[in-house]
Structure formats: C-alpha cells, structure tokens
C-alpha cells in the first residue's frame, strides 16, 4: 500500500487514540446514566411512562415537526408510515436502489412493490432529473393516479432517503410528486439534524421515518419513530403501533389488526439524554469534516463527500469517494487490517435474490458508486 494511505490509517488511528477504530459508535455520559436509572429504580421500563411522551415532544420540536410518534426500530416506522399514507398490496412504490435493506423491505411487508430508481452524484440520493424523463416514459395518470404501463399497478408513493445525512433535492422531488400525484415519504433514517435550504429532513413528506439505533447520530438502544404534520395520521400511527386498542379502563377492545410497535420506556429515556446533545454531536461532525478535509486535500484519487449545494448535512457517516482506477476492497483490506473500520456502501437493492424481479429504471450512476463509495470512521469527537 503506498504512503498516503498508511498516513491516512496513522492519521484515524491517533485521532481516536484507539488500535481499533470502529465505524460509529454511540457515547453516553450520567445523563444516560441518570435517566435509565429513573426507570429501573422506578419500575416503568416498559410499555407504559412518561419518557416515550417527553421523547416524542423533544424529537418533534427538534425536527420542527407537529408530531412524532416512537416505535421500536426504524423499520417499522417505515413500516407504519407507508401504511398510514395508503399503500397497498399490489402498489409500486419508487425507491432509490442504493439505500440500506430496510427501505425497500418495509414496502414489500405490505405486498407492495419497490420500483428501483437511481441516484445523483451530487446528493447520493433520488436523481429528480433522470426520475421525471423515466416516468414521462413508462407512466400515466389515469383517474388523478399514476400508473406504470409496463406492469399496469399503480405507482403510489415515492420513498427517497437522505445517504449518509446528505439532504436529497427536496423542491424537485416535491414539484415530481406533484405532477405525478405521488404520495412523498422521507426515510430520514440518517438524517437528524441535517436541513434542505434550512429546513429539517423528514418535514418534506407527508410522513417520514426516523432510526435511533446503535449506530445512528443519536441512539435509544434500537428505536424509530414516525414523523408528520397531519394530526390525524399522528393519531392513527400511534393506535396502529399500539396494538390498535381502543381505550377502555379495562375492556380489550381492539378494532383491527394492529403492530407491537411502542417505543419501551428505558429505550425513551436514553433518547431524551441523547436528544440533549445533538447541537454537540453536529458541531464535532462537522469538525471531524475538516479534519477529514484536511487529510484528503493532497489525497491522489480519493476525494470526501461534501454536503450537497444548499444543505446542511449532519455527516452522520463520513464517506470518501474512490477514483475508478482504485480496486475497492483491497483499499477495505488494508484499513481495516490497520484498525480502521471501513465499509463499502450497500450492495445495491436491485441485486438482492429477493428484489431482482421487481421493475427497475436505468441504474448507471448507482453501478458506479457501489464500487466508489467507502465509509470511514464517524464516531462524533472532540478534534483537536
Ligand atoms: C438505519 C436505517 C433504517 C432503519 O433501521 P432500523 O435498524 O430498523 O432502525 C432505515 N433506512 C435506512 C436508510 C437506514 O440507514
């Protein structure tokens, strides 16, 4: 391996003072401590307390959003989300190919169909440009819905996620889902704290979704939540993620078919202290971006992503973009054999055994990035 890249590993190595640096790991201080200790000593861990409340009212005036709505992983926030917008069995809906599982398998645990489509250089996320020339082809309105004339299904909703933090092209996405008549669901898994032209990722859509597990910008152990302006919805994702029951001071009474869904007390209360220090968390991303900056900025062939033109990216996961001449995965062996974990970005969806089958447009720009994209350590840190 040539010097640049040992200088690179020494450089990671020191920084976080650590033989093995892991890809992103969550810090607690007392406040965790303080907050899940009330719960133990208290008793209510579980599906009843006051945590889940104060979470989901920290959350949504953080995001700047009428309401948010805690369940126990990301997924089935996705889950909930396109289910309470009207997906159904049968449906397409547009996903990007280059994403992590969980988009497009939230959309086929309700008999729908994730139709893959590629994304731009500039964000990493759903290219509005090349979608709309795909749709203009392959769609019509018929009746004020967008159908797919290849597989005559309707098409119902566009389901973009923000890669790494990075913002998608929100106001070409929104003019899309417009002309089109789709329904626009954020799957702001990655996105606290990063804003489109100053507002928060995940107040775009009609609804959106939200991950704190163990590896994202703040954690409540494993947990998501379902994030809307619409009251109503609100209301509907809360009764749905709740077994459906109707209240009742002791009657079961439940009216159709509902998710264990809840987001556990003690797994709220170690979002509450987290929630607290986003600010900090952002302000030593960004710091770590010029720290990483720095590094690269006589780097031969290698380059870090940047947010997007008029965002403000969380950098949740630091990424570095590899020249084509680069042979990916020996660049993987050697900065992880030097306890620097890195990994490749996904393998696209649309090459998965289970999603080959499902339509697909032109995915050109994703075939390149796969074999570019490498994310390097991004555990928040004090940069000296
Ligand atoms: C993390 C993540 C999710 C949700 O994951 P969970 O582990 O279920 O919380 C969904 N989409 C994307 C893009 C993610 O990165």
Redesign the pocket.
């Given at each position: 391996m040539n010097k640049q890249w040992i200088k690179f590993a020494e450089n990671i190595n020191q920084l976080y003072r650590k033989n093995f640096v892991p890809l992103h790991e969550p810090t607690f201080n007392e406040k965790e401590v303080e907050y899940v200790t009330d719960c133990v000593k208290t008793g209510w861990v579980s599906s009843v307390g006051s945590y889940v409340t104060r979470f989901e009212e920290d959350l949504a005036k953080f995001v700047g959003v009428k309401r948010a709505v805690a369940v126990v992983?990301?997924?089935?926030a996705?889950h909930i989300a396109l289910k309470i917008v009207g997906v159904e069995s049968n449906d397409e809906v547009l996903l990007p190919s280059l994403?992590?599982i969980?988009?497009a398998n939230a959309v086929s645990y309700l008999q729908a169909i994730p139709h893959f489509v590629d994304v731009n250089e500039e964000t990493l996320g759903v290219d509005p440009f090349k979608l709309e020339k795909y749709l203009e082809e392959i769609a019509e309105l018929r009746q004020g819905e967008l159908y797919n004339k290849q597989t005559n299904r309707r098409i119902k909703a566009l389901l973009p996620?923000h890669t790494f933090g990075h913002p998608c092209m929100m106001d070409e996405l929104i003019t899309l889902c417009e002309k089109y008549k789709l329904i626009l669901i954020e799957?702001a898994?990655?996105s606290l704290g990063s804003y489109y032209k100053g507002k928060h990722t995940g107040t775009f859509g009609k609804v959106s979704?939200m991950?704190?597990?163990g590896n994202?910008i703040i954690t409540t152990g494993?947990?998501?939540a379902i994030l809307t302006n619409d009251e109503e919805l609100a209301d509907y994702a809360k009764h749905l993620t709740t077994t459906a029951k109707v209240p009742h001071r002791w009657e079961f009474i439940h009216d159709e078919i509902g998710f264990n869904y809840r987001m556990p007390n003690i797994n709220a209360a170690l979002g509450c202290a987290q929630l607290e220090k986003m600010p900090e968390y952002i302000k030593q991303k960004r710091n770590l971006t010029k720290f990483y900056e720095n590094l690269v900025a006589n780097f031969e062939g290698i380059r870090l992503f940047r947010e997007p033109f008029n965002t403000q990216s969380n950098y949740w996961l630091q990424a570095i973009l590899l020249d084509e001449h680069y042979n990916r995965d020996e660049i993987l062996g050697f900065l992880n054999e030097q306890g620097v974990m890195s990994r490749p970005i996904w393998t696209p969806m649309h090459e998965l055994e289970m999603f080959i089958q499902c339509p697909k447009m032109d995915l050109a720009v994703t075939e390149r990035l796969k074999q570019r994209v490498i994310n390097i350590p991004s555990t928040p840190i004090e940069v000296r």
């Open positions: 992983n990301g997924t089935a996705l994403t992590f969980a988009t996620m799957d898994a990655e979704a991950s704190f597990n994202k494993g947990g998501g």
